[in-house]
C-alpha cells in the first residue's frame, strides 16, 4: 500500500504517533511518505496535537483518511501493534535524539491539563528504554510524570546506565522526589532540570526547599515553571518568583492561555524568562 502522512502542527517537534506509524507500515513493506495533495494514496494518517494549530484542509486524493492526536479527539489511540512500534527516527531525519514515553499517567489530576483525562490518573510504565533508544546520544522523554510511576527508581538508572544526554521535556514533580532519586539525577548527565510550581500552595516550595541542597546542579541548570493566568493573581505570581530566586532556581513564567492574558503578565513573563 501507499501510506501518506500529515503533521498538521508543522515540523518543529516530530510527530511521535506519525514516526510509529510510519514504521508499522515500513514494516509491512508499504511505502511512506509524507502527503502530496497531487498524489493518491491507500491511506492518509493526519495527526495533530495542539487543539490551536490550524487544520490542514488541502484536498488529498486518498481511499481512507484517519486523523488522530489530541488536537482532534483526547480518545482515540493508537492501535497496541503500532504503540509498541520503535519510531521511524528517519521520518525528521534533523532530529536526532531519541523520543518515546518510558511511563504515561499523571496522579494530579490538574485542571488546566489533559494528562490525567487522556492516560489516567495514575503513572504507569508502558515501554522499556531500549524499545525507542537506539544509541542516539540524546534521549528526550515525554513522560508526564515519571517521579509518580512505583517503577520509577529502575527507570531513573536505566537512563544512567544509557551514558547519554538526558531530557525530561515535560519536567520533573519535585513532590515524589526523594533522596535516592536526588542522587540517581544528580548521576544522569542532564543540561536543564524542570521542576513546576504551578499552583499557589507551599508544599510544592518546602520541598523545593528541602531537596535544593541534595542537587548538584547550578541554579541556572534547575527550572521551575511557575504558571500563571490560571487561578493566581500577580502577587501570588511575584510571590512565587521570587521565593524561587532565593533558594537558587531559576523561575520561568508559563501563560495559561497566553492570547486571552493581560498585558501585565506578558510583561512579567518577558521580565523573568
Not at 495514575?122 to 534521549?139: D, M, P, T, Y
Not at 518546602?206 to 500563571?228: A, H, I, M, S
Not at 531559576?250 to 510583561?267: G, S, T
Amino acid at each position: 500500500m501507499r501510506i501518506g502522512l500529515i503533521d498538521v502542527d508543522g515540523h518543529n517537534f516530530p510527530n511521535l504517533a506519525l514516526m510509529k506509524i510510519s514504521a508499522y507500515h515500513k514494516a509491512k513493506g508499504d511505502s511512506v511518505e509524507w502527503a502530496i495533495p497531487m498524489l493518491k494514496y491507500d491511506i492518509v494518517y493526519q495527526s495533530k496535537v495542539f487543539d490551536f494549530s490550524p487544520d490542514e484542509n488541502t484536498c488529498i486524493q486518498c481511499e481512507q483518511l484517519i486523523k488522530g492526536g489530541t488536537g482532534y479527539d483526547l480518545s482515540n489511540k493508537l492501535p497496541q501493534a503500532i504503540e509498541s512500534m520503535c519510531p521511524d527516527y528517519n521520518l525528521y531525519p534533523q532530529y536526532k535524539a531519541a523520543y518515546g514515553f518510558l511511563t504515561r499517567g499523571c496522579p494530579r489530576n490538574c485542571p488546566f491539563c489533559i494528562v490525567g483525562k487522556k492516560e489516567g490518573l495514575k503513572s504507569v510504565q508502558v515501554a522499556e528504554l531500549r524499545q525507542f533508544w537506539k544509541g542516539q546520544n540524546e534521549i528526550k522523554l515525554l513522560d508526564p510524570n515519571i517521579t509518580a510511576s512505583k517503577e520509577c527508581d529502575r527507570l531513573f538508572q536505566d537512563l544512567i546506565d544509557s551514558k547519554v544526554w538526558i531530557d525530561f521535556t515535560q519536567g520533573i514533580d519535585i513532590r515524589f522526589m526523594t533522596e535516592k532519586r536526588a542522587e540517581m539525577l544528580n548521576a544522569m548527565k542532564i543540561k536543564v532540570i524542570h521542576f513546576a510550581w504551578d499552583n499557589y500552595e507551599f508544599n510544592t516550595y518546602e520541598k523545593l526547599k528541602r531537596f535544593r541542597p541534595l542537587l548538584k546542579y547550578d541554579g541556572r541548570k534547575l527550572r521551575v515553571y511557575v504558571l500563571t493566568n490560571f487561578n493566581t493573581t500577580i502577587e501570588q505570581d511575584l510571590e512565587r518568583i521570587y521565593k524561587l530566586r532565593e533558594l537558587d532556581y531559576d523561575p520561568y513564567v508559563m501563560i495559561y492561555e497566553k492570547w486571552n492574558a493581560p498585558k501585565k503578565i506578558k510583561q512579567m513573563a518577558r521580565w523573568v524568562n
